[in-house]
């Protein structure tokens, strides 16, 4: 590129969006790239303080304009639940395009982003999401990029899944299990289930099945197995959930589970979480008390990914250490 002052750029194209901002005002493109400056051009251009632009050498045309760049780093994210928005001053964004949790390949956006001047900018794996809302944004850092480093990154790419993608809230009934001789018996009412319906509300969930039991290990399982049959797709048992004696509701799923990912979470607050599955992929979730007085804790960290049916794995637990304190 070569640069020249803007009253000699009669007649030149534009090789960058001109920018305008008038803060609390106004903020566009009054220039596009490829725009032939005209005479009546200058004083505008002088406005916004573009004493001298950018034009086209000859030379340039063996490099990468920013704009192609972000179309093709859109490509490595592309996927059905997402939508690009039009290229604009070099930058594309992905929106979802339906309600759910984006889940992001975090080592494959790592390798894009250590080539060299690639960006691919995203929110946090397992992050909730809604319809329309800007999920990541791509560009590269000059206005023209050497090839290389784009065709290392469809090399690093080729075959590969998305690099993003919006999982939808599939997991629309729930089934409670109060745990707790004290509910059971009246002594207190039940505080869970009014604090789980708020919690889930966002995400479409109706309560389909709530079972009571006493600390029992016999009648946990059995509550658990009841509120299924009654079409819960997902189950929260709450209550029961520490390192008292008297807390058999880990114990209970374990026995009712075919899969026990994890009991504790290096989430906070709610670390003693309990995440289950069931043999035909039904996800069971111990709720401890932390999650009645923190929101957000570790409830509202893993159940979204529970209803939009995106598995949990021990490694996945593992890595949510890493932001994993929700405390205000």
């Known amino acids: 590129m070569k640069e020249i002052h803007v009253k000699d750029a009669v007649g030149q194209a534009l090789c ?3 920018v305008r901002i008038v803060i609390g005002e106004v903020k566009d493109t009054p220039f596009k790239r490829g725009h032939i400056i005209r005479a009546e051009d200058v004083e505008l251009l002088l406005q ?12 340039d045309y063996n490099l990468v304009h920013e704009e192609q760049v972000a179309e093709e780093l859109y490509r490595f994210c592309e996927h059905p639940s997402l939508s690009p928005t039009p290229v604009q001053q070099g930058k594309i964004e992905a929106l979802a395009n339906h309600d759910g949790v984006l889940t992001v390949d975090v080592e494959g956006l790592h390798e894009i982003n250590s080539i060299g001047e690639l960006t691919i900018v995203t929110r946090l794996h397992g992050t909730p999401v809604k319809a329309g809302q800007p999920v990541a944004g791509m560009r590269c850092i000059p206005l023209l990029l050497e090839a290389w480093q784009l065709e290392e990154a469809k090399r690093l790419r080729e ?3 998305p690099i993003l993608q919006v999982y939808p809230f599939v997991r629309k009934k729930m089934g409670i299990v109060t745990t707790g001789s004290e509910v059971f018996a009246g002594r207190i009412q039940d505080a869970f289930t009014a604090v789980i319906q708020d919690r889930v509300a966002d995400y479409g969930v109706e309560l389909v099945a709530h079972e009571i039991v006493p600390d029992n290990t016999d ?3 059995e509550a658990i197995d009841k509120v299924k049959s009654q079409g819960a797709e997902i189950i929260f048992c709450t209550g029961g959930m520490s390192v008292d004696p008297d807390d058999l509701t880990p114990g209970a799923i374990a026995r009712r589970a075919k899969e026990v990912v994890t009991y504790g979470l290096p989430v906070l607050p709610g670390s003693m979480v309990c995440i289950a599955y069931l043999e035909d992929s039904t996800p069971v979730l111990g709720v401890p008390g932390g999650v009645l007085y923190n929101n957000p804790s570790a409830f509202d960290v893993i159940t979204p990914r529970l209803l939009a049916d995106v598995r949990i794995t021990k490694e996945d637990c593992i890595r949510m250490g890493h932001g994993g304190f929700q405390s205000k």
């Open 16 to 18: 960058h969006d001109i």
């Open 159 to 161: 075959g590969k899944e």
């Open 48 to 59: 916004l303080g573009k004493e001298h632009i950018y034009v086209m050498e000859e030379s």
């Open 219 to 221: 009648q946990i399982v």
